[in-house]
DNA sequence: ACCGACACGC
DNA sequence: GACGTACGTGTCGGTA
């Protein structure tokens, strides 16, 4: 096997996690944000690297031999934080526990450490990895030492080999040290040329190679300026090269045969894992699933063959385990039981088959506290069985706490709330091909562990949602939608499979001819849906100008055809490709593949704890992203039909939700008239912003206009509004001043917002969803500004998401009590669709819109449209 | 089995 | 001055 040796830079990879990450306490109120970054980022680079040698070299003490040449060296840095220092014996204890050496040499810099060993190692043959968070350390790079640099976070580590430095900066690894020579290095204090900076240094370098051949030749440089400050400062230039000289011949006292790594001792590492509080990356070590799983004390319980009313109480915590994802064809594995009579096990085919348990379940008065109502209720309700009476959905309370938290399996949930009695569904069931239900009283525990879970948790997590002031939140809105998901699921929608074939047939008939027509504009067949064979196409052989990369090659994405394509006939073709393409795989055929063939009928899940604002999302399939912009596509809407005869599909969607909810949060005067005088919000955002008059609002006026609206309701950066209009960054950071100039009620919203956020550590919604926001505080300017969009965006997002819950829910009971057979069927982010009996519509265009308009009562008019058809096509 | 590129909706 | 820039779902190709 090839020798790898990986050396990591310690005090490098601690500062940057430090600075990366939020200030993370263990139970102890230690920090270890810097310890865990650490972490993450050794166990990604040991799985990806595998390398058969490590060492993690560390500074030495405050001075260095560089002191000796320039003794301001690192001057001026800001002394060591306090909870950073802290943590570095934790540090030293992790890679202790790992099984890995680390270093530290008197008068020398990690830096020094790892240039002689990588050097020493690459002699001896060895395939040479470093990692660090400073750029310096890419001089070191050749054929076979890479450097790897930490981007963002601590994790995404960008790759130095000498070819991609020749690419990014057009140098050699060597020239590194010349260019350090010119520009300096502020973070070390070292000088280098006034005024030189890594533009100037580049095409200096590019020039004259050397830095000493520069000096040389001062006067070929072009710039008098310039030739004056390189004259001036050729001393400086050259210490300050000298300073950022790695040396590879430090006085190393270690052989790279002894950094050998043998692979890390599990059980001393699970101890460490414990003493920080890293809950969350016990799951991560191979080896520990064992170990956790032996730590779950013992229970126990009865398993119940014949149910009679006797094992139930007034509150009880039931689990009902659906192994598959998919609940609406997953069968039910067996039920989990407890309450004060006991811990039960309830095994699948006698409990399906239990009076006493059906009558038990739809007795609204026999409360039950469940994990994923949702759930539980679609897998009943397909046995005939009606689950009523629950108050308590563990995942949908953990959801509510923190909707950051991500909520894959019960175990892990049940963890961030201190419940650890119960293994994780990967131990017991196995996973991927190997996963299946577990043996009867395996399962059984299992399965009651679960229940004892949630009566375990029941009562804390209440506190705490009453805390956090979300009592409401969760029983008068989210528990209620739960149920009304469920029912919208179940019911599903009728889908017209020949519409469906006839379309793929015609679709299919025409991408073939496209097709054709590429290759013959190619001049070879080639798979058109590889953008690595169309990128060879289009750049390499048809000679088009390259607009963008991607880091795998030449990006092909649609804004980039969108730019060639007057440069050849064949662009306009693979876009069209592209675009039928997507209906036919996607549109067409994906949703052929998930109809139920019994019914004809589609039933999506609803995701309901998934994202961060408190929107749903959709799956298998996904309704909420059936398109509708492009016409070809619309005409999939087509297949989407009543389910009875002489029914019609009735849509109604908001009026610009967020933008209204936007003029309520921030209570801006300028935005608040123009909803109550119900203008067209973009065009009058174009009045706003260029100081013109209604009638004077261009075409291209009201688009700019519109995509800075977009940008404020979704939080996209200067960047992301300069991409989505094709001009600078400068000029959308100019758009969006003038727009906050416009509505100073906005200006004054963001401000606040973002103090908030800081104060609290979180945001809020109007009906008091939270999204906690730690990265406000981060001293990494990405992470900050990404925050900032994000406490800024979340309320808008999240409190249009509370108002079309609220809605669905007053809009079932409006339907209930109206004694309609209209049912809901779908919610897209910010309309309702439903099927409806012809002689209802009359009434649903009066109650739809009254419903949804007051489901919440805002400071500005809320609207909204309708419209239905025999398809979903026609309720447009 | 997993990742990146791409494309659809809001 | 660089960083890398709404989210969520699904498909494909490419590699492991």
Redesign the pocket.
């Known amino acids: 096997m090839k020798k790898k040796l990986m050396l990591i830079d310690g005090n490098s990879i601690a500062y940057r996690a430090f600075f990366a990450l939020p200030l993370l306490n263990n139970d102890k109120g230690i920090h270890t944000n810097a310890v865990y970054g650490f972490t993450t980022m050794l166990m990604k680079v040991l799985e990806e690297e595998k390398p058969t040698h490590i060492l993690v070299a560390f500074d030495a003490g405050k001075t260095t031999f560089r002191h000796s040449t320039f003794k301001e060296y690192k001057g001026g840095r800001q002394k060591t934080p306090p909870e950073l220092s802290e943590q570095f014996p934790f540090v030293r204890e992790l890679l202790d526990a790992y099984g890995i050496k680390r270093y530290e040499l008197e008068n020398f810099e990690a830096d020094d450490i790892i240039g002689t060993l990588a050097v020493k190692a690459e002699q001896e043959g060895f395939e040479v990895k470093v990692i660090s968070g400073d750029k310096d350390l890419t001089q070191l790079s050749t054929g076979h030492i890479t450097v790897g640099i930490t981007?963002?976070g601590i994790t995404?580590i960008?790759e130095y080999t000498p070819a991609h430095i020749q690419e990014?900066y057009g140098l050699t690894a060597d020239q590194i040290i010349d260019m350090k020579g010119l520009m300096g290095d502020?973070s070390d204090n070292i000088p280098g040329v006034p005024g030189v900076?890594?533009?100037t240094a580049i095409k200096l370098l590019k020039q004259f190679e050397t830095l000493e051949n520069l000096l040389a030749n001062i006067d070929q440089v072009s710039g008098k300026k310039l030739k004056e400050r390189l004259e001036e400062f050729k001393d400086q230039a050259i210490m300050s090269k000298e300073l950022a000289t790695i040396t590879k011949e430090a006085p190393v006292t270690v052989t790279v045969d002894e950094l050998s790594f043998e692979g890390y001792d599990v059980e001393k590492l699970l101890a460490v894992f414990k003493e920080l509080g890293f809950n969350s990356l016990l799951g991560k070590l191979e080896g520990a699933d064992e170990i956790v799983s032996e730590e779950v004390k013992e229970i126990s319980f009865e398993t119940v063959e014949s149910i009679t009313e006797a094992v139930f109480a007034a509150e009880n915590s039931l689990y009902v385990e659906v192994l598959e994802d998919n609940y609406h064809t997953g069968e039910i594995a067996g039920f989990g039981l407890s309450n004060k009579n006991g811990n039960f096990y309830l095994p699948v085919e006698t409990t399906l088959q239990s009076e006493a348990f059906k009558q038990w379940a739809k007795d609204e008065t026999k409360r039950k506290q469940v994990y994923d109502a949702k759930r539980s209720i679609v897998a009943l309700k397909r046995h005939d069985i009606d689950l009523q009476g629950i108050d308590f959905d563990l995942l949908l309370a953990s959801y509510l706490l923190n909707p950051s938290e991500s909520t894959e399996d019960f175990a892990g949930v049940a963890k961030r709330h201190q419940f650890t009695n119960v293994k994780t569904d990967e131990v017991v069931y196995g996973?991927?091909?190997k996963k299946k239900v577990a043996e009867g009283d395996v399962l059984g525990e299992h399965l009651v562990r679960k229940a004892m879970g949630i009566a375990d948790l029941y009562e804390p997590l209440l506190k705490e949602l009453e805390q956090n002031e979300q009592t409401d939140l969760f029983f008068e809105l989210e528990l209620p939608l739960s149920l009304i998901l469920a029912k919208m699921e179940y019911t599903g929608v009728k889908v017209d499979v020949e519409k469906l074939e006839e379309m793929k047939a015609e679709i299919a008939e025409r991408l073939k001819e496209i097709e054709a027509r590429i290759h013959e504009h190619a001049g070879e067949k080639f798979?058109i849906?590889?953008?690595?064979?169309?990128?060879v196409i289009l750049f390499d052989n048809l000679g088009l100008p390259v607009i963008?990369k991607?880091?795998?090659?030449?990006?092909?994405?649609?804004?980039?055809?969108e730019k060639l394509e007057h440069e050849h006939e064949i662009i306009r073709e693979i876009?069209n490709y592209?675009?039928l393409?997507?209906?036919?795989?996607?549109?067409i055929?994906?949703?052929l593949?998930?109809v139920h063939s019994d019914s004809n009928k589609v039933h999506?899940r609803f995701?309901q704890v998934?994202?961060?604002?408190g929107?749903l999302?959709?799956?298998?399939?996904?309704l909420?992203?059936?398109?509708?912009?492009?016409e070809e596509?619309?005409k999939i809407r087509k297949a989407f039909i009543p389910s009875e005869k002489d029914w019609v599909i009735f849509a109604a969607?908001y009026s610009q939700i967020e933008l209204r909810v936007l003029a309520h949060i921030a209570k801006d005067e300028k935005l608040m008239e123009a909803f109550t005088n119900n203008m067209d919000i973009h065009t009058k955002t174009a009045m706003d912003v260029f100081h013109v008059e209604a009638d004077e609002v261009t075409s291209n006026m009201r688009r700019q206009a519109k995509a800075v609206n977009f940008g404020i309701v979704?939080?996209?950066?200067?960047?992301?509004l300069?991409?989505s209009l094709g001009i600078t960054?400068k000029e959308a950071g100019q758009f969006i001043d003038r727009y906050l100039q416009s509505f100073p009620g906005v200006k004054n919203y963001m401000e606040d917002i973002i103090v908030e956020a800081r104060d609290n550590g979180f945001v809020s919604t109007v009906l008091h969803r939270r999204r906690y926001i730690p990265e406000i505080t981060s001293r990494?300017?990405?992470l900050r500004?990404?925050a900032e969009?994000?406490a800024m965006?979340t309320p808008i997002?999240g409190s249009?998401a509370d108002i079309i819950k609220k809605a669905m829910i007053d809009m079932a009971a409006r339907l209930e009590k109206e004694g309609l057979r209209t049912r809901l069927l779908l919610q897209?982010?910010?309309?309702l669709i439903f099927e409806a009996p012809q002689d209802e519509i009359e009434k649903l265009k009066e109650i739809v819109p009254d419903v949804m308009e007051h489901a919440l009562e805002l400071a500005v008019p809320v609207k909204v449209e309708y419209s239905y058809g025999p398809t979903w096509f026609d309720a447009k």
């Open positions: 981007r963002k995404d960008e990014k502020q900076g890594e533009k996973k991927g091909a798979n849906n590889s953008p690595k064979q169309l990128g963008k991607t880091k795998t090659g030449y990006s092909t994405s649609a804004d980039v055809l876009l592209r675009q393409g997507k209906l036919q795989s996607t549109y055929e994906g949703l593949k998930v999506t995701n998934l994202t961060s604002t929107r999302s959709s799956i298998d399939p996904n909420q992203n059936i398109p509708i912009r492009l596509g619309r969607d979704y939080g996209i950066s200067d960047y992301g300069s991409q960054r990494n300017f990405n500004s990404f969009r994000t965006n997002q249009a897209v982010h910010d309309e």
